[in-house]
């Protein structure tokens, strides 16, 4: 059961336009969204993250919309670079056990071309 | 800096063989966590642990074990290493009060069973 689900595995855009990647998820009970980007043979790092109380939350050339209605996350990336390319991944936390824990997606591959 | 250290970056074992993955983080962080990555997968929880001695089951924790004896220190063992569990290991960690994002994540471990 995917609770939090990436469904495009791989995007390819051009340096300089806008990369969307998109994330939906099934759990109401998530109380915050995050993105996360990972470079081949490293760890993943923290990108933007949203609470699920708002609708938007920007941080230099990325944007995270959050549509709580339709259970959906994207985040853009304008203007694209080449050193963007990476896997993303949407995560989402909930409490449980007096703390919280992390559900990850499948990851988007994106491939930005110079 | 923030850091989060994974004793092995790559291993190599044979069936059957018990395996230790260690993991320490120096940010006085009260949860740790243990991810592994599988191609078309994602990340998926293994096993965390939000004080010293506790544990909890991720979505799947068949086949693993975990030990937290001091807040510094996560080691996630496989009792008896079967071919299925060849895959990218990452040990993460973060505060409990806060769960805006900010899973400080290790460069990962990547375990080959034969």
């Known amino acids: 059961d995917q609770q939090v689900k990436q469904n495009s595995p791989s995007l390819s855009v051009q340096e300089g336009r806008i990369s969307i990647l998109n994330c939906d998820y099934t759990n109401s009970m998530f109380d915050y969204f995050l993105w996360y980007k990972k470079y081949p043979a490293e760890g993943p790092t923290f990108l933007i993250s949203?609470?699920?109380?708002?609708d938007k939350n920007e941080d230099g050339r990325f944007t995270v919309f959050l549509n709580k209605s339709a259970k959906h996350l994207s985040l853009h990336i304008v203007p694209s670079q080449p050193g963007d390319s990476a896997v993303y991944f949407c995560?989402?936390?909930?409490?449980?056990?007096?703390?919280?824990?992390?559900?990850f997606g499948t990851g988007t591959r994106l491939k930005v071309l110079a | 800096d923030v850091k989060v250290t994974q004793s092995s970056r790559y291993l190599v074992k044979r069936t059957g063989e018990k395996v230790f993955l260690e993991c320490v983080q120096d940010m006085d962080h009260e949860n740790m966590f243990w991810y592994r990555q599988d191609p078309g997968l994602g990340l998926r929880l293994i096993y965390f642990s939000y004080d010293v001695k506790m544990k909890e089951k991720g979505d799947i924790p068949e086949g693993y074990s975990v030990s937290r004896e001091k807040k510094e220190r996560f080691s996630l063992i496989l009792e008896s290493a079967s071919t299925n569990q060849t895959s990218m290991y990452l040990c993460?960690?973060?505060?409990?009060?806060?769960?805006?994002?900010?899973?400080?994540f290790g460069e990962g471990s990547r375990l080959t069973v034969l």
């Open positions: 995560a989402a936390s909930v409490s449980t056990s007096g703390t919280y824990k992390y559900i």
């Open positions: 949203i609470s699920s109380i708002k």
């Open positions: 993460a960690s973060s505060f409990t009060v806060q769960n805006t994002g900010e899973l400080f």
